[in-house]
């Protein structure tokens, strides 16, 4: 299994960028898929995720400015961000949940917002 994440860059406060996820070694059409970020200092969290039927989550920092898609047919999921604040500073990491509390990571794309 390996996951490839891109999108991640340099952006000014306000700006948006679009990270992608390509999974491949499998069919994951069935698997949870999400975003987690994690920044110096600070524990990881759930940024987005989506599920095999579509339906989405979000944490409650990033609610109302991500947007989490999947192509199932290709094995990608989205991350749409809008209106970056420097606090969304991060390595971003892409999740491919296997089990409750199993899964795959990538390895990881960073995403830095100047003020």
């Known amino acids: 299994v390996q996951l490839v994440e891109s999108g991640g860059g340099l952006v000014q406060a306000g700006g948006s960028l679009r990270l992608s996820c390509a999974a491949s070694?499998?069919?994951?059409?069935?698997?949870?898929m999400g975003w987690y970020r994690q920044a110096p200092g600070k524990e990881r969290e759930l940024v987005a995720g989506?599920?095999?039927?579509?339906?989405?989550d979000y944490g409650s920092s990033v609610k109302g400015r991500c947007t989490i898609s999947r192509d199932t047919a290709k094995n990608i999921i989205y991350l749409q961000m809008t209106s970056l604040e420097p606090e969304d500073t991060a390595m971003y990491y892409c999740r491919l949940r296997t089990g409750r509390l199993t899964g795959y990571w990538g390895q990881g794309t960073q995403v830095t917002v100047s003020s």
């Open positions: 070694g499998s069919d994951f059409s069935s698997n949870f």
């Open positions: 989506i599920s095999s039927d579509g339906n989405t």
